[in-house]
């Protein structure tokens, strides 16, 4: 097909410094959880992104010296020459295919805690991010740095710079942003220093003129040199002779990097879930970076649709199109728009479950794409499926997030594919779940799979279609996958913080009941110990829609696993505007008569509210029905020349929809397997000294 011209633009190169990027489509620096621990998983990673047309490709965060360990959260190092291999093995994967490499040298000065080095952490002047969330507090306080330390910076600075010109790294990052070293500088409620580099906006940003200086004489004529840079904070604060802060820190460096990376300062507004943002987002914190300089500037906003890339270019806002997220879900964004089949792309649906696998510590997870992370060990590429070993005929019941995926991948793979559902509308959990504030865009979860299933010859849908064991009997076909889903206990929660028996009493209800329509009586009280998106979202739902709701958990926040999504401060934030009071630390003893009764987690203390119907998040279990009926056919089965019966999804294990999407995509991928051809590679550190002979023989 070919490229509509009006997205000619986007496939412009680009000069940066002494490098040219070979389009505007630029993967910003972030978070793989990948690390030098996984150096083949994170190369095959990046790589699949440049395969598929992204100009740029940087790591994440690269830390250039033992002082900035972030552990245990997941980091690169350039901190000695045997972490050059590691990062080697990216830069000359990401070249294949004509792209460009880029790393984010890092120092995170107060904000990382040194715990594994246990140096104590460096600061401008001794002030230590006081972070709300456990994994980011710390007892040890940052120490104040002299000028000694200012020049090892500089000093490991320029080192790390080196590095990576040996890894064969194009562009160099100087990183001033999100909290970290050099920002620290920016900022004065960090940065109280009396000498040179503390008080004025000209004193402020010395620091990072200096990095960005050594940064260029180290390899400025080989690599481009970037300044990463955070700006919603300095934007905010007036300026003595312009505007902000931050137009006065960009104007003093206008011509010192080659490359301006702009964003946000906290990752909650930084990489916003789209339940709180709108695709753009960052516009109008950023706008006027380019009114002020002449570099070519790089931003996000969690871009997918090339309209909107284009109208950023042409207005002047921006002169790259930065992307994390959505490269992540589809690393083939540019080359579908390039090869015209812009309505292919699969689309982030900004719910940052990729942004919670950073908070595990382990390599990247996507709603939307589940072989994100999985391109070498699993051996998954995104667009291209081997075929099936020989002819079948599958049937696939449910068409929600599992269900939908397992068929497009059997599709794929030649697999004469039938999906059916009960529901007279394809989407599963997705059909209530779209409906809640702000979950419009998980729509796209259907919307992409629903493309790619109608424009499939092999497969054939079959809403409304409630089936059971003996007409899949009938059905004829080579292999059943029940994707039916979970369904919502009414269980409670004890004082052992153990979920109690089912609770059966009038006005009790789950997120089923509402999903089928029923309007329950206020007062309305919501009782959730899911703890991630579901209880915070009804009852915001439902106070919008009739008032007077309270959410009440035992949990220390609401919504608390949300912490590892990014949303946790902005659900408290909705809560509060749609009008419901937050109850933490709090379990249901009782219920009845109009009455609910909390009391404390960890202190008996009863409390009586009024209470009509109390809405339970809490436990959800298999619907998986019909898989046991049909298990308990027996031979029944292979008379009816059915061979296997699966199930995946929710119907085997309830979780959120990656684990759903991920669980369809595996089966899909693996179903004709042998149990060791679905064995997946284990990575490993690149080993570079021989191990000491002695010791090896004394550990075997
Ligand atoms: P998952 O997240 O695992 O994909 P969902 O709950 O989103 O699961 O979707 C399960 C789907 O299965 C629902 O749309 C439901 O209507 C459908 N379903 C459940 N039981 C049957 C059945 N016996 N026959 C057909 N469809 C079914
Ligand atoms: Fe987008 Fe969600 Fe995938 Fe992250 S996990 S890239 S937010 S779809």
């Known amino acids: 097909m070919a490229r509509d011209p009006r997205f000619d633009i986007l496939f412009d190169p680009v000069r940066i410094g002494p490098v040219t990027a070979p389009n505007r489509f630029y993967q910003v620096p972030h978070a793989s959880g990948m690390t030098n621990a996984l150096p083949r998983v994170r190369a095959a990673f990046r790589e699949t992104k440049a395969e598929g047309g992204w100009g740029v490709v940087c790591t994440g965060a690269c830390s250039i ?34 792209s460009l490499a880029g790393v984010e040298l890092f120092h995170g000065g107060a904000v990382v805690m040194n715990r594994t080095t246990r140096t104590p952490p460096l600061s401008p002047s001794g002030t230590p991010w006081m972070a709300t969330h456990i994994g980011f507090m710390s007892n040890l306080r940052p120490k104040i740095m002299d000028k000694a330390d200012i020049a090892d910076l500089l000093q490991w600075q320029v080192e790390g710079a080196r590095k990576a010109r040996s890894a064969g ?40 003129k200096q990095m960005i200086e050594v940064t260029k004489e180290a390899v400025g004529d080989t690599c481009g040199v970037a300044l990463r840079i955070s700006l919603e904070e300095l934007r905010k604060r007036p300026g003595t002779h312009m505007e902000s802060e931050a137009h006065e820190v960009i104007a003093l460096m206008k011509d010192d990097p080659d490359l301006f990376d702009v964003k946000l300062d906290t990752t909650p507004t930084d990489c916003s879930a789209s339940r709180f943002s709108p695709e753009g987002s960052h516009e109008p914190i950023i706008n006027f970076v380019k009114k002020l300089t002449t570099k070519p500037v790089v931003g996000v906003g969690r871009f997918t649709s090339p309209d909107t890339m ?121 059909r209530f779940e779209t409906k809640l504030p702000g979950l419009s865009a998980w729509g796209r979860v259907l919307d992409y799979r629903m493309l790619a299933l109608k424009s499939d010859a092999n497969v054939e849908l079959y809403p409304g279609s409630d089936l059971t064991a003996d007409d899949i009997l009938e059905f004829g076909c080579d292999r059943v996958v029940t994707a ?56 915001e739902h439902l106070a919008k829609l009739y008032g007077n709701v309270t959410y009440i958990t035992p949990a220390g926040q609401a ?60 436990l959800r279990r298999p619907n998986d029905d019909l898989y046991q009926s049909l298990i308990a056919k027996g031979p029944d089965l292979a008379a009816a020349g059915i061979r296997s019966v699966d199930r995946i999804g929710d119907a085997m294990a309830a979780g959120a929809i990656a684990h759903a999407v991920f669980s369809g995509h595996e089966y899909a991928r693996e179903f004709d397997l042998s149990p060791q051809e679905r064995n997946w590679r284990r990575d490993r550190p690149v080993v570079t000294e021989p191990f000491g002979k002695g010791v090896y023989e004394a550990a075997e």
């Open 65 to 98: 010296h033992p002082s900035s360990d972030d552990s245990p959260l997941p980091f690169a190092t350039l901190w000695d020459k045997d972490d050059i291999k590691a990062h080697a093995l990216m830069t000359d994967a990401v070249h294949k295919h004509g």
């Open 169 to 208: 790294f194009d562009i160099v990052y100087v990183y001033a942003g999100m909290g970290y070293l050099p920002y620290e500088f920016l900022l004065s409620d960090y940065n109280q220093r009396t000498d040179e580099f503390g008080g004025s906006v000209e004193n402020r940003v010395r620091l990072i």
């Open 559 to 618: 919504s608390a696993w949300t912490v590892m999504t990014n949303e946790l401060p902005r659900v408290h934030q909705a809560l509060t505007r749609a009008g419901v009071p937050v109850r933490t630390l709090s379990r249901v003893a009782g219920f009845g008569d109009g009455v609910l009764t909390l009391t404390g987690l960890f202190v008996d203390q009863l409390e009586q509210i009024p209470c009509r119907s109390l809405v339970i998040t809490g």
């Open 484 to 539: 039916t889903g979970s369904r919502w206990g009414t269980e409670l929660y004890a004082d052992s913080e153990l979920p109690t028996a089912p609770f059966h009493a009038p006005g009790v209800y789950t997120p089923d009941d509402l999903a089928v329509g029923i309007v329950p009586e206020g007062p309305i009280a919501v009782f959730d110990f899911d703890s991630y998106y579901m209880g915070g979202l009804v009852a």
């Open 310 to 430: 284009v109208s950023q270019v042409r207005r002047g806002v921006l002169d790259l199109i930065g992307g994390a997220r959505p490269s992540i879900a589809d690393p083939f964004l540019p080359n579908k728009i390039k090869e015209g089949r812009e309505d292919e792309i699969r689309e982030c649906i900004g719910c940052n479950i990729c942004i919670s696998s950073w908070h595990d510590g382990v390599p990247v997870r996507c709603t939307q794409n589940a072989t994100a992370g999985e391109e070498w060990r699993r051996g998954w590429h995104p667009e291209k499926f081997k075929p099936a070993r020989r002819p079948e005929k599958i049937l696939v019941v449910g068409a929600g997030p599992a269900g939908l995926e397992c068929a497009r991948v059997l599709s794929r793979r030649g697999v004469q594919v039938t999906l059916a559902d009960k529901a007279d509308e394809f989407g599963g959990r997705l």
